[in-house]
């Protein structure tokens, strides 16, 4: 039996797989299954994302790659990432995640995704790359903080565009004052009507890159505290339904 990547429970066949994560600054041998999104190898809208804003606030750049100060700080490295929660929204087997962990090594880095195999298989991995920082997790979890330093995400856009702008709905509103999410998106599945979209909700968006067909999208949420652009009111598909990332079959 076939599942979307985005099943809560796959009852597709197990096929164990492996790849890789080479970056500059972070090399890590993933876990992979049958029944979870991009299996075969890290998508490439994923890596887009992690060759350019897979840097966590507070911290300097990768090196070779592109700083991407989501608080707009700065500063260094240490205290300024100490009790910091970071998201991946739809963290599939933790490629996003555990780079963000890596980096940010005194934050709390929160994957969280609907399928249950890609969660059990993204606590795996961060035990094994020995990062005890990084929680992997169901969108209802309690344990879940009411706001974040920053969110990744490479959201899933089969879901559908009403489906995708009330899980972004649900989320968004939970970056702190001055955060920032970032996003990657296929031009041809909708990239630039989201940016469109999410400009008309209020929200500060800019295109920070852009390789083979792909989009990346810094959302920044003002530094004045207050409402956020999407706070009208609770989603009904807002946080209890994150769905696993898009990019690429």
């Known amino acids: 039996m076939s599942?979307?990547?985005?099943?809560?429970?796959?009852?597709?066949?197990?096929r164990p797989g492996q790849v890789h994560v080479l970056?500059?600054?972070?090399h890590l041998e993933l876990a992979t299954d049958a029944g979870v999104f991009s299996p075969s190898r890290v998508d490439p809208g994923t890596r887009l994302l992690l060759d350019v804003a897979a840097d966590p606030p507070g911290g300097p750049?990768?090196?070779g790659g592109k700083l991407a100060d989501n608080m707009g700080t700065g500063a260094g490295p240490g205290s300024e990432q100490a009790g910091l929660?970071?998201?991946?929204?739809?963290?599939?087997?933790?490629?996003?995640?555990l780079v963000l962990?890596?980096?940010?090594?005194?934050?709390t880095v929160w994957a969280v995704d609907v399928n249950e195999r890609a969660?059990?298989?993204?606590?795996?991995?961060?035990?094994?790359?020995?990062?005890?920082?990084?929680?992997?997790?169901?969108?209802?979890?309690?344990?879940?903080?009411?706001?974040?330093?920053?969110?990744?995400?490479n959201p899933p856009i089969r879901i559908g565009k009403q489906a995708?702008?009330?899980?972004l709905g649900g989320w968004l509103p939970r970056l702190a004052p001055g955060a920032a999410a970032t996003a990657v998106v296929q031009r041809h599945l909708g990239a630039d009507s989201l940016h469109r979209w999410l400009t008309e909700q209020g929200w500060d968006v800019s295109r920070i890159a852009a390789r083979a067909g792909y989009r990346v999208l810094r959302i920044t949420r003002p530094p004045a505290s207050g409402t956020a652009p999407s706070e009208a009111g609770p989603s009904e598909a807002g946080p209890s339904e994150a769905a696993p990332s898009e990019a690429a079959p």
């Open 164 to 167: 995708l702008h009330d899980l």
């Open 3 to 14: 599942d979307h990547y985005f099943t809560a429970h796959p009852e597709t066949g197990h």
């Open 119 to 153: 969660l059990d298989l993204c606590a795996r991995n961060a035990a094994r790359a020995g990062l005890s920082n990084v929680r992997c997790v169901m969108p209802g979890d309690s344990a879940l903080p009411a706001t974040f330093a920053g969110i990744w995400s």
């Open 85 to 97: 929660d970071l998201l991946d929204l739809g963290s599939g087997y933790g490629p996003i995640a």
């Open 23 to 26: 970056l500059p600054d972070v």
């Open 61 to 63: 750049p990768a090196e």
């Open 101 to 107: 962990a890596r980096r940010a090594p005194t934050a």
